[in-house]
């Protein structure tokens, strides 16, 4: 079974410039997840999808964050403009349904910093 | 006060220790309670899953959840220099959506 994909896995930009990221989840797997994982922390959920609803984004800055699923299956986050503090690992995973107890599977991350 | 406390390490070992990883948790609303690894520029990979309080084994790895105390473990019998990684624990209640630890970096030496 394939994983969840991620691209790009490593991304340098400037502040203020614009950035996107892409994830394609697990096949089957109607639920998606953004985390932010800032060095030396546990992952923070950003937004979480149920096909292609938005169920959880409580915790992404909307002025600069924004997150879409069209179809229900790849995702796509965006970052404009690009501040300092966003330098992390923005990883994507996803489970069968939006229940606890399915297990979340992450893919391998997108690292980004801003210089 | 973090939902989640785990103690960030670093812990070192020699290969064939057993190695005690631990988180304390706030939330009394939490019952889902998983271990993920997590290799060095990798993503998070789930290692247990456990529901409720009590114990769950699968080969070397032991999860143990004491929900009385807000305490959870993991342990690692006989450790080997692949076990080297950060450990994360995280949970989840009624709201799905998952809280993390601060992880542990652990490494076996050879």
């Known amino acids: 079974e394939a994983g969840v994909a991620q691209s790009p896995r490593y991304k340098i930009i400037e502040k203020r410039q614009s950035v996107a990221f892409w994830c394609n989840p697990i096949s089957g797997h109607a639920t998606l997840y953004w985390y932010q994982q800032i060095l030396g922390q546990g992952p923070k959920l950003l937004i979480q999808?149920?096909?292609?609803?938005?169920?959880?984004d409580s915790q992404l800055p909307k002025d600069r964050f924004s997150a879409e699923r069209l179809k229900g299956v790849d995702s796509t986050l965006k970052i404009q403009p690009a501040k300092l503090e966003d330098s992390a690992v923005y990883l994507c995973?996803?489970?069968?349904?939006?229940?606890?107890?399915?297990?979340?599977?992450f893919g391998d991350g997108t690292r980004l910093s801003i210089l | 006060q973090k939902e989640v406390e785990q103690d960030p390490g670093p812990l070192s070992v020699p290969e064939g220790a057993i190695v005690s990883l631990n988180c304390t948790y706030s939330?009394?609303?939490?019952?889902?309670f998983m271990w993920y690894r997590q290799y060095s520029r990798k993503g998070p990979e789930l290692l247990m899953y456990?529901?409720?309080?009590g114990n769950k084994e699968d080969g070397r790895f032991t999860a143990q959840v004491d929900k009385s105390s807000k305490y959870i473990s993991l342990f690692i019998r006989d450790s080997q220099p692949s076990d080297s990684a950060t450990y994360l624990c995280?949970?989840?209640?009624?709201?799905?959506?998952?809280?993390f630890g601060s992880g542990t970096q652990l490494t076996v030496l050879p």
């Open positions: 995280a949970m989840t209640g009624s709201a799905r959506q998952l809280t």
């Open positions: 999808f149920q096909n292609n609803g938005v169920v959880d």
């Open positions: 456990t529901y409720s309080s």
């Open positions: 939330n009394s609303a939490f019952q889902y």
């Open positions: 995973a996803s489970s069968l349904e939006g229940h606890s107890n399915q297990p979340q599977h």
